[in-house]
């Protein structure tokens, strides 16, 4: 029999107890479940530094980076699961051309993480016509969708200006407004880029 501290109170007890007698913590249940923790981190050893030093999240506590398995089983948990590629609104993943919902900044696919430059969120009308269609000056299917926005008439105001006669604003000496005669009006059309080429079509 050996004594231990309670994790809960901090009081000495013995590590045969099933509580704490003082207060009531499980101690029996505590010391199952580290041991077999303890048992399952034996076992794992970072691939960068040789440590055997890791927490609960995967990431090794002396240099830092995460574990290589530990990101592995992550991928391999997602591609278990059925990928769905988004449809409508969507960002396309520069590695492996999956498309992902907005707001995912890790493809669900491959994980690849994007970067601000290749996050991009595009739109496509029409499924079937953005699906078939291709580049007319490389031919490469790797085509995109993207929403442009034209300003066809724009914002027209017209301004006022009157004496000022509000005593409670004393050092004003013209008030000045501003009323909107025409308001502006944009067009959204759809467009298509290549990302092999560069090129912007329709």
Do not use: W
Request: with cysteine; net charge neutral.
């Amino acid at each position: 029999m050996a004594l231990i501290i309670c994790p809960e109170c901090g009081k000495e007890i013995s590590d045969k107890a099933a509580i704490c007698v003082g207060c009531g913590f499980p101690v029996k249940e505590y010391l199952e479940e580290y041991n077999e923790k303890a048992s399952d981190y034996a076992t794992r050893t970072c691939e960068y530094c040789g440590s055997v030093d890791i927490d609960d999240d995967g990431y090794c506590n002396n240099c830092g980076m995460k574990l290589l398995q530990e990101r592995v089983g992550a991928v391999e948990q997602q591609n278990e699961n059925v990928l769905v590629e988004a449809k409508g609104l969507y960002t396309i993943c520069p590695e492996c051309d999956f498309r992902n919902e907005p707001g995912k900044f890790t493809c669900i696919k491959c994980g690849h993480k994007y970067t601000m430059s290749e996050y991009e969120v595009v739109y496509a009308k029409e499924e079937t016509d953005f699906a078939s269609r291709k580049c007319p000056s490389c031919n490469s299917k790797r085509v995109r969708a993207f929403v442009e926005e034209k300003v066809i008439i724009p914002k027209k105001t017209k301004g006022q200006t009157s004496i000022n006669l509000n005593p409670f604003k004393p050092f004003t000496v013209f008030n000045q407004k501003e009323k909107v005669i025409r308001k502006e009006k944009k067009i959204c059309t759809s467009r298509f880029i290549c990302d092999a080429c560069g090129r912007v079509f329709d």
